[in-house]
T-cell receptor, first 114, second 112 residues
């Protein structure tokens, strides 16, 4: 069985300050992990992916995430928030050998204060 | 690059009506999926396909049908629309299970 929990439904930060979006997962196999971003009225866009290579994964737009197996976490970070980062973010866990075992977190809405 | 294209972008239906949501991809991906997105629930898998002629049910398949006659197209059919099917529907494709999915921009569907 697998599950994913995004620990915050809403995060608000000031422009220029660090961003931390938290994601915990459970899985009975070695999972693939992804972070996606969704801007209003748009589809989901891949930010970054972990597929059992380096544990620190760098993505687009300055985002990165660290896979911590001992903590079953895959938190998303960015050193300095920009107004354009305001969006919904989804953590996703999937079984890399299955076409259907894909679980989406419930999402974290990121707001950026000027 | 068109990627994944969904049509229509918006639709309003009356209870009991049927309709087909279209999805097409131009990346030659074998794996395609349909999801619905409801507030606070993330995305839930409706149906998926691992290649032309092969489809299977996901987490919430009731009230929906799919077919996959070509690699490019994966339409989703609502047989008899119900208010509970009011949602945003996303189509996605990928080349293999360990690769990320590419998403369309969604179809916003309201059932009155």
């Amino acid at each position: 069985a697998q599950s994913v929990t995004q620990l915050d439904s809403h995060v608000s930060v000031s422009e220029g300050t660090p961003v931390l979006l938290r994601c915990n997962y459970s899985s009975s196999y070695s999972p693939s992990l992804f972070w996606y971003v969704q801007h209003p009225n748009k589809g989901l866009q891949l930010l970054l992916k972990y597929t059992s290579a380096a544990t620190l994964v760098k993505g687009i737009n300055g985002f990165e995430a660290e896979f911590k197996k001992s903590e079953t976490s895959f938190h998303l970070t960015k050193p300095s928030a920009h107004m354009s980062d305001a969006a919904e973010y989804f953590c996703v866990v999937s079984d890399p050998s299955s076409a259907s075992k894909i679980i989406f977190g419930s999402g974290t809405r990121l707001s950026i204060r000027p | 690059n068109a990627g994944v294209t969904q049509t229509p972008k918006f639709q309003v239906l009356k209870t009991g009506q049927s309709m087909t949501l279209q999805c097409a991809q131009d990346m030659n991906h074998e794996y395609m999926s349909w999801y619905r997105q409801d507030p606070g629930m993330g995305l839930r898998l409706i149906h998926y396909s691992v290649g032309a002629g092969i489809t299977d049910q996901g987490e919430v398949p009731n009230g929906y049908n799919v077919s996959r006659s070509t690699t490019e197209d994966f339409p989703l059919r609502l047989l008899s629309a119900a208010p509970s099917q009011t949602s945003v529907y996303f189509c996605a494709s990928r080349s293999s299970p360990n690769q990320p999915q590419h998403f369309g921009d969604g179809t916003r569907l309201s059932i009155l």
